[in-house]
């Protein structure tokens, strides 16, 4: 049989977190269950713009958008530049999502979102022509007895025609690109139908300017202080320092990062007015010699990334992730900068200190998820984010591999974001290649470290480097080979979890335990009341449910294993997210634990203003 275990809902804040778990497990029992809480719509608007200043029409598209009534921004997609399409003779565009709460109507909505194009300067014409601010409806996804989400002008007495879904989501790249971002389960599967890959990611480096993140970028050290570890002294005369940043251009560098503050393991911190009399002349003259090369400012201070960026930086690269100062957020929100978000624990003085961890890759992703969201709150949306593992930052040896060994897994967790990587002429180097060979001679040590990092991610990353010479010819290699589609066919022999699985077959297949028994099966009966839980009369049926891959296992280890991907359940028309078994928790004689995540955030519209929807059910399987 099944039974609740617990069900927790992410909140805002630990008292809240207690407060709605005990509430839901107390109504879900009740049919007025939905009813006690007020009624918003997931939504999701497409931005576009092809009229320069680009980027700052989307930045203030968004900003009215979440000063609607009764209506909350979520969430952001990344930011990805397009071709135009039906009218191709046009500048590219800039396109984005963005995910809202609302109460609108949909009229209402469509309404308000015109009003928006107009105060941010969009002007008529053509038909699919330039436009400096375009806003579409693309699905609202609201609560009702039937679960319909289609809705095609509900409002007859209307004069703005509307279609939900939008008509031509499954043509647009550009839309479902970014959709992908937000609503993965929906979009994914219409793009591998388009099978198209044209649509580019970029970072808004302000104006117009944009950095595109179709391949590796090089990040070029300019440190600018006496007691860095490797180059320090070198550059602190500003005619020097501007010599080095034209070289690493001509190099390959792709931004220069400048930094006026040692941060090495036991650097002491240096007062304010020191790195800023370090950096400010710097970047003034880096700018005035090379206008376009984007510049990033290495600093854990907010008044000094202030000061960095009215001198011409584009980028701020805090250490500290935001917990050195705590003004750093809100002052990188304001100044509307990309924000690099790295890893790390204490200060340069203690951070070696602090490398106990209970699961080294699961605690890394979650305290940088922890900042973005505190990015987020700060108004630096998803597309200004870059993040950074903090290699050599409060890790130890093993950890600083493993991470690296991990950056897919990482990236993956994170929502496949740009990360930076920053392994030039690190410790962790010299404890492989040997005491006698100093921080320069391990450049050979850095590429086989960076290298490794990004073969297997999704979007261009950013390597920080002293040498900027050999990370771009490995770059460039590497990115090359990751750019050729293999014309080889599939292996023969399917894989190890999917030998013996046929998904036309009828029958559920079983996950079996290590004593030789049958398992729970998944089929209605067991998830219907996992629904039913939510629910009273959510079901299989109701909700429009179907199986769709189930996997066998032969073993317990394969069952281990299988349980993080299997067990999917999707719904019929896709726009319902999945019901995945994540992994067995654990076993004893006579019961197996699986742990069921339930994603619930359009599943009946079911919406509320001050936590994520995301249920997470232990479901305990009692053997017979």
Known sequence: MMIQRATKVTTSGTAS???????????????????????????FIALGSNIEPRF????????????????????????????????????????????????????DLL??????????????????????????????????????????NPDPSSPLPLEIPHPRIEEREFVLRPLADLFPSYALPLLKELNSDEAVRVIPLGGNRTLKMDRTRVMGILNVTPDSFSDGGEYDDVEL???????????????????????????????????????????KSVRLALPTTPISIDTRNSETAKIAVNAGADIVNDVSGGSYDPKMMSVVGSMKVPYCIMHSRGTPETMQSLTTYDNLIEDVVEELKVKGEEAKRNGIYRWSLIYDVGIGFAKGFEQNLEVIKEGKRIGEKLGNPTLLWGASRKGFLRTILGDDVPPKDRDYGTVAAHQYAIQNAEVGQILRVHNVEGTKH?????????RVKSSSPPPSTPPKESRGTDPSAKKPTKICDPYGQNGLPLSPQTVSPLLNTLHPSWSLSTCGLKLTRIFECEDWNAAVELSKTMGNVAFNNNHFPKITIKRVLGRSKWKDVVEVE????VLGGLSYRDFEIATYIDVEVERK
């Open 474 to 482: 490995a770059s460039m290699v590497m990115d090359a080979i990751k």
């Open 17 to 43: 977190v207690r407060r709605v778990r005990s509430f839901l497990i107390r109504r879900t029992s009740r049919n007025n269950f939905r009813h006690n809480f007020r009624r918003y719509a997931h939504t």
């Open 241 to 283: 320092a501007v010599e080095q940043a034209k070289k690493m251009v001509d190099l390959g560098a792709d931004i220069i990062d400048v930094g006026g503050e040692s941060t090495r393991p036991g650097a002491p911190s240096v007062p304010l007015s020191t790195e800023i009399n370090r950096i400010e002349s710097v970047i």
């Open 111 to 152: 309404s308000s979102l015109k009003d928006i194009e107009k105060n941010v300067g969009r002007t008529p014409s053509i038909r699919n022509g330039p436009r400096q601010l375009d806003l579409d409806i693309l699905l609202y996804l609201s609560g009702s007895s039937s679960l319909k989400l289609n809705e095609t």
């Open 598 to 601: 339930m994603f619930t955030e």
């Open 56 to 107: 700052d029409a989307l930045q203030s598209g968004c900003e009215l958008i979440s000063k609607l009534p009764n209506t909350t921004l979520l969430d952001t997609s990344y930011l990805y530049e397009t071709k135009p399409m039906y009218v191709t003779d046009q500048n590219s565009f800039l396109n984005a999502v963005v995910k809202i709460d609302t109460t609108l109507k949909p009229h």
